[in-house]
């Protein structure tokens, strides 16, 4: 059986971050990194833009709920709101991607 939290390979505990939008614990490498930009809230593709960071699972249901939460201003430690249309544009562009490649 196998442990939760931990990789298959070795039994090494995995890096874990929270989901700012629906609050689950998830390895790092299933969320997508997200950063302040001035009043922007951008992805970090790379996971190399300096700063705070929060994670949000690539499905806009999660970005939805962070919105109506008011998450990102708790997550990024600012008061007032944020800009998230950049994070909207990403996820949007994600899934026409991915919806192009299944197939019919």
């Known amino acids: 059986m196998r442990r939760h939290g931990k ?3 070795g039994g090494q505990a ?5 989901c700012v939008g629906c609050r689950v614990r998830t390895a790092k490498s ?6 302040r930009v001035e009043d922007h809230v951008v992805p970090d ?6 700063g705070r960071g929060a994670s949000l699972h690539p499905a806009m249901s999660c970005l939805e ?3 109506r939460r008011r998450a ?3 997550a990024f430690r600012v008061p007032g709101p944020l800009d998230v249309s ?7 562009r994600e899934d026409h991607d991915m919806s192009c490649r299944t197939p019919s």
């Open 30 to 35: 299933e969320l997508l990194r997200l950063v």
């Open 65 to 67: 709920l962070a919105e």
């Open 72 to 74: 990102f201003p708790r």
């Open 86 to 92: 950049r994070v909207r544009a990403h996820l949007d």
């Open 14 to 18: 995995g890096p874990q971050r929270t």
């Open 45 to 50: 593709l790379r996971g190399r833009l300096p």
């Open 7 to 9: 990789l298959e390979y």
